[in-house]
């Protein structure tokens, strides 16, 4: 029986290899950057339409008042935890006026898990509505971080969402300054503000540098060019940079930032700029389509794509590397069996959207989980055990 099980494994794995290589290019990641998933997200976080959040059904007002910022901050750690490989953490600092929170997601990278790039966007605004500042950069960075979460990375990936931006880049300040003092090593961050507006329709993209970052806006531009046919932006160098944003805080902690931004030297920016007319119908959405893309582009090269299917997601433990899963891919079963595990088991099916398809708190040794009425596709089977979890990408044909 052991030994039939290998040869099934072995033999998954083969063809689960064949499947991801051809599909595991920079290439293929911006092709899943999905528009539509961009522009729900807009709409959602700037109350234009209604959202869930919490199992209620919400409208987002605004991310001004301490209620709506913080029904906004719970919106974003539902999105993220809903993705398959991510850690999320609600990171309630002190200082500032309004009791700030960052929403911070962590991809770990499978070979320099200390190597750091952080991809981020301030969430919080000065009015209602507030689409292209900062509704944009958040909706490119949760995109990003939908599609990138399902594949196994060589460098670690940390998406933020920053609070209390407007008034004195406070939370992107607290969390750069504990991770200079903690000495993390980040090769580079990339911030989002202000990505939906280009009246002139010239689709430049502003890359605001400061001199200590022109390696990495020269690693950018290469990315670009590279993928210039799929994007479709012209790049536009600003050095020196606007500061007043959160790349700002890196820059004070002596890292490489970099932010994307509509307005060089305010030629090109929104005229509803702060105000409750900055709504997603005066967007261009394009261009914020493209920006997204771009920075997909960008996550994706600086992540490090593993091209293995067989490098398992999550943060793993000695336990959690004994278990079996087989047959993979699968038609009509998923068997998983845990050796020696101890503590509490939670088993979750997830569908290439996030969506949990199956959930189920498991104390067997072996479990069968029947996948026959399950659409055709990729699936993530998250296994968690007390703190950690591992996720296996599962094929069902
Ligand atoms: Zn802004």
């Keep these: 029986m052991k030994r039939y099980k290998n040869v099934i494994r072995i033999l998954a794995l083969a063809l689960c290899f064949t499947f991801v290589t051809s599909a595991q290019t920079v290439s293929d990641l911006i092709g899943e950057v999905n528009t539509s998933n961009l522009d729900e997200i807009l709409n959602e976080f700037t109350g234009e339409v209604t959202t869930i959040v919490g199992g209620n059904t919400v409208t987002i007002l605004n991310r001004v008042s301490s209620s709506g910022n913080d029904l906004a901050a719970d919106y974003l750690e539902e999105k993220l935890s809903s993705y398959s490989n991510l850690e999320v953490v609600s990171d309630q600092y002190s200082g500032g006026s309004l009791g700030g929170r960052n929403i911070v997601a962590t991809q770990v990278g499978a070979t320099n898990p200390d190597d750091i790039y952080v991809i981020c966007a301030h969430y919080d605004s000065v009015a209602n509505y507030c689409a292209d500042d900062n509704a944009t950069g958040t909706a490119a960075v949760l995109e990003a971080a939908r599609v990138l979460s399902q594949y196994c990375i060589d460098n670690t990936i940390v998406y933020a969402l920053w609070d209390e931006e407007e008034i004195g880049l406070v939370g992107s300040s607290d969390w750069a300054d504990r991770a ?39 690693d950018l531009i290469d990315i670009l060019n590279t993928h210039s046919a799929a994007i ?33 030297e305010f030629s090109d920016l929104t005229p509803y700029y702060h105000t409750a007319n ?14 997204s893309k771009y920075l997909m582009a960008i996550v994706a090269t600086k992540a490090g794509l593993i091209d293995n299917s067989s490098c398992s997601l999550g ?3 000695e336990e959690l590397n004994n278990i079996s899963i087989y047959p993979n891919p699968t038609t009509s079963v998923i068997n998983i069996e845990f050796p020696n595990m101890s503590g509490s088991i939670s088993l979750e099916l997830i569908n290439a959207m996030g969506q949990i398809v199956y959930k ?17 596709g990729m699936y993530f089977l998250k296994i968690r055990n007390d703190e950690r979890f591992i996720v296996n990408k599962i094929m069902k044909n």
Excluded at 235 to 258: C, L, M, Q, R, T
């Design 360 to 376: 189920l708190d498991a104390s067997l040794a072996k479990m069968t989980v029947s996948t026959d009425k399950l659409p055709n």
């Design 180 to 218: 200079s003092n903690e000495g993390k090593n980040i090769l580079g961050v990339i911030n989002l503000d202000m990505i939906g507006y280009d009246k002139d329709g010239n689709n430049n993209i502003p890359i605001h540098t400061n001199s200590n970052s022109v390696s990495l806006k020269d």
């Design 278 to 291: 900055d709504r997603v119908n005066t967007l261009h959405l394009p261009y914020f389509h493209k920006i």
């Design 232 to 264: 479709g932006l012209t790049p536009e160098v600003v050095n020196p940079g606007i500061s007043a944003s959160d790349h700002g805080s890196f820059w004070n902690n002596g890292y490489k930032a970099i932010a994307l931004s509509e307005g060089a």
């Design 315 to 317: 943060i793993e433990s």
